[in-house]
């Protein structure tokens, strides 16, 4: 089993601490001019120069790694006992799993030949749509009973483009790792930026390193794939800032590459990504432009933003900054949130009226520091600078987000907290779960409880409002899906009742129809 955490080089139960490159970006205008304040490489709020370019592992060996261990022992029952032992895996994506009410599992007999499941997601003409990593997209159109595989072949593009519209990279790598359900026929998919030997986080940092490399730095982004009678039509994301765009980065910005959770937001024409670095928006409609060259009037993206603090790393105080797979939409306010490695924020887009700069500014400028939400908290904060003994990483790997505003905060490593609207601690709930790892956090709509998957063994549990917990684990799914990392958790809405979609990370996608 192939576990991805940021750029695949977070271990164990500790994840890296990841250092930004550079000061908080200010994103694109809304009218599509110029940008505001400080780019990053610049000067952070503390005044101090950025410490460059480098691996971003920042504190990695963390002297706090006690604060990092999360709350001890896993808590709460443990998984299903004395179930039947599974037959075992072929490849990684052959599986037994029982006939469990309610549960209807898809795997490689299914067509779904893929043992890096990422995330899997249903339009909204109920084709389901899965993330299969190197094996690329794969999609179940409604009324079908086998999965059909899409390849570079197909037209997949996780490369962007040269200022002339030729393709930035001539042997591309594919990895598709995360993906989101739009109108019937569509789907958005991110993908991971292209591995570096030897570098942390090499895509991030290429571009302003010495050796700029296109292949490199323009790899990953995220493309819209449309169905057609017998495949797709792709549309690609080069999600950048071109020349002279940037006040202070006349020579253009690139800095996100792998997209770790896309959203459509229904009933809108944006599209969420969060990224390695900060998160950024899509317009949904977007119809591709190869010679667009990173313009903010026809890219159709809009780069990045980022709940940054200041922390230091190696003796200096730079903005830290990473791995955004904490996205959701409020249904109250339809303001995504964001979280990541270090801070959550609800970016209030529609609060401000859809004023992209606004929502930048109250999510990144030193006085609205109260919306860059500490959840599990540092040891000392905000105006203070937190020395690395005194960081308590949040590792957020995922958000429901509420009706009444709240979100449910998941992590990788420290459990489930609940939050309001402003950051307040409700409520721990880590100790209902089977552990502290989470891998997915999700709302169902059908009843508002809260879904989470978890990143090693214990399966799938939901958190029902009257306060009772139910656990889908060996008993439900088979010792090999119960082992397996739920990388994703969504829900399909077009039929009824909703369909609960999971996703396994060993090879197969289970959705559930019950109550």
Known sequence: MRIIWGLGVLAA????VVACGGAAAKGPAGNGGQTAGDPDGGQGSGGSQDAGTGSDAGAAQDAGAAQDAGPGPDAGPAPDA?????????????????????????????GLTSSEVMGASADEGGNI???????????????ASTFQQFTLAD????????????????????????????????AFVGYMGRPV?????????NWDGPNPDPAIYKSGDADKLTLTASGIDVVH??????????????????????????VYEHGTNYVWFGGNHGFAMGFANFAGNPTCAGLRSCSGAWEHVHPAINCYKNGQIVFCTGDYYGVAVDPLTKDPWFGGVDRTTRFRFFTNHEDWVTAQSQTQDPPFASNR?????????EPAVPQPSERVTDNVSGIAAMPDGSAWIGSFSRGLRHIDKDGKLLEDATSRLLSVKLGAVARDPSDDSIWVGYLFNGGVSRLMPDGSTRHYSNAVLGNALASS??????????????????????????????Q
């Open 13 to 16: 139960a500790v994840l890296a």
């Open 82 to 110: 004395g179930s039947p032992p599974d037959a075992g895996t072929d490849g990684g994506v052959s599986v037994i799993v029982p006939n469990s009410a309610g549960w209807t599992f898809y795997q490689q007999a299914d």
């Open 129 to 143: 749509w899965v993330a299969g990593g190197t094996a690329g997209v794969f999609v179940l159109r409604n009324g």
């Open 155 to 186: 037209g997949l593009h996780p490369y962007g483009y040269m200022p002339d519209g030729s393709p930035a990279d001539t042997n591309p790598y594919v990895e598709a790792i995360s993906i989101s359900g739009g109108p019937a026929g569509t």
């Open 197 to 205: 030997p030897n570098g942390v986080r090499g895509c991030e940092d």
């Open 237 to 262: 994301y080069d999600i950048f800032s071109g020349l002279n765009q940037i006040p202070a980065e006349t020579r253009g910005r690139e800095k996100l590459c792998s997209i770790y959770r896309v």
């Open 373 to 381: 939400m500490d959840v599990w908290p540092d040891l000392v904060q």
């Open 485 to 514: 990392t739920v990388h994703d958790i969504q829900f399909d809405t077009s039929v009824t009742p909703r369909h609960v979609i999971v996703s396994f990370e060993i090879g197969a996608v289970g959705v559930y129809s019950g």
